[in-house]
C-alpha cells in the first residue's frame, strides 16, 4: 500500500511539471480543470483522464508523453497487484494446507494416542498366553518333583540303625522250627502279610520274587526272601506251604502261634490290625513294607510300595555294595 501512495505521487509530479512546462495561463489550466470531471477513486484513472484532457486542449506532447507513462504505470500496478494477490493466495493456500495438515496430524495423534489399538491388543493377548504357558509348565514341573521326590529312594548319611528287627521263633512252610539264627551269613529281605490278602500282598510278592531274579543276574548276589504271617489264626503251616510256592521257589513262608507273631511284629515296627469280620472271613490291615537285613539279620533298610522292581532291584544291589565297602 505504501508503494502505491509513493508511485502516485511521483505522477502526479511528473504530471505537473509536464503541463507547467508548456507555460499555460492560470485561468486556462483552472478551465481545464473545471471542465473534468471529479476523480474516481481509483487514482491512477483519474490522473490519466486529466492527461487526455491536457491532450485535447492543445499540449499535446506533454499530454502525450504524460498519457504513455500512466499507462505503463497502470501496467506494472496491476502485475504488481497480480502478483501480491497470487503471493496472498498462495500464502493462503499454505495457511489452508497447514491448516489441513494440522487437522491430519491432531487427527493421526488422535488415532495413535487412542487408549487401545490393534498392535497393543495384540501384545496383551500375546502376553497372557505366555503368562497361561508358564503357569502350567511350572505346575506341571512342580507335580512332577513332588512324584519323583515321594518315589525315588534317596541316599544319605545314616545317623544310627534303627531298632528294627531282632530274635524271633516261629515254624517255617515245611513245619520246621525256625529263628533268626537260620539266616546268619545270607542277605535277606522279610516281608509281612497273610494269604487270604486280595490283592496287595500278591502284588507285593511277585514284585520281590522277580527283584531276586534280577539281583541275582545283575551281581550274583543271593538273596532270600522270606514271609512271615499276620493271620496266625488262619495262616497255618498247609495254607503257607501252598501259598509261597506259587511266586518264588525259593520264598521261605513264616508263621506261629498269635503270641509269637505279634512279638515278632512288634520287634520289626509292623502294624497289622483285624478288619470287616464276619465269622471266618476277614481282612488284616497291616503294614506294606519290604525289610532289607544284613547277614547279621540287621536292619540296613526298608522298602516300601511306591518301589517298581527295578527301583527294588538297584536299591538292595546299592545297600549291599555300600555295606561292603564299609566292612571291607
Known amino acids: 500500500m505504501a508503494k502505491a501512495i509513493s508511485r502516485n505521487q511521483q505522477i502526479r509530479y511528473f504530471l505537473y511539471h509536464s503541463i507547467s512546462s508548456t507555460k499555460p495561463s492560470f485561468h486556462s489550466l483552472s478551465n481545464a480543470l473545471s471542465r473534468t470531471k471529479p476523480l474516481p477513486l481509483s487514482p491512477l484513472v483519474g490522473l490519466r483522464n486529466l492527461g487526455l ?45 497447514s491448516g489441513g495438515s494440522q487437522k491430519t496430524s491432531e487427527q493421526g495423534k488422535s488415532i495413535r494416542g487412542s487408549p487401545v489399538s490393534w498392535m497393543s491388543f495384540f501384545l496383551l493377548v500375546c502376553t497372557g498366553a505366555g503368562l497361561v504357558y508358564y503357569y ?11 512324584t519323583t521326590a515321594s518315589t525315588s529312594v534317596k541316599q544319605g548319611p545314616s545317623a544310627g540303625k534303627a531298632a528294627i528287627g531282632g530274635p524271633f521263633s516261629l515254624i517255617d512252610h515245611n513245619g520246621k522250627p525256625v529263628t533268626e539264627k537260620d539266616f546268619f551269613g545270607k542277605w535277606t529281605v522279610v516281608y509281612f502279610g497273610f494269604t487270604h490278602c486280595p490283592d496287595i500282598c500278591p502284588d507285593e510278592l511277585q514284585k520281590l520274587a522277580a527283584a531276586v531274579d534280577k539281583i ?16 496266625p489264626e488262619r495262616d497255618t503251616v498247609e495254607q503257607v506251604h501252598e501259598y509261597v510256592k506259587e511266586f518264588h521257589p525259593n520264598l521261605i513262608g513264616l508263621t506261629g502261634t498269635p503270641e509269637e507273631i505279634k512279638k515278632t511284629a512288634r520287634a520289626y515296627r509292623v502294624y497289622y490290625m483285624k478288619t470287616e469280620e464276619e465269622g471266618s472271613d476277614y481282612l488284616v490291615d497291616h503294614s506294606i513294607v519290604m525289610y532289607l537285613m544284613d547277614p547279621k539279620m540287621e536292619f540296613v533298610k526298608f522298602f516300601g510300595k511306591n518301589n517298581d522292581v527295578d527301583m527294588l532291584t538297584d536299591g538292595i544291589i546299592n545297600e549291599i555294595k555300600q555295606y561292603n565297602r564299609v566292612k571291607a
Open 216 to 231: 541275582k543276574e545283575k551281581s550274583g548276589i543271593q538273596v532270600i526272601p522270606v514271609f512271615i504271617s499276620v493271620d
Open 136 to 146: 502350567d509348565r511350572e505346575k506341571k514341573r512342580h507335580i512332577e518333583d513332588i
Open 53 to 97: 484532457q491536457a491532450m485535447r486542449s492543445g499540449r499535446l506532447g506533454s499530454g502525450l508523453n504524460c498519457y504513455r507513462f500512466l499507462c505503463t504505470s497502470n501496467s506494472v500496478n496491476q502485475s504488481s497487484s497480480g502478483s501480491s494477490g497470487s503471493s496472498s493466495g498462495a500464502n493462503s493456500g499454505k495457511s489452508e494446507s
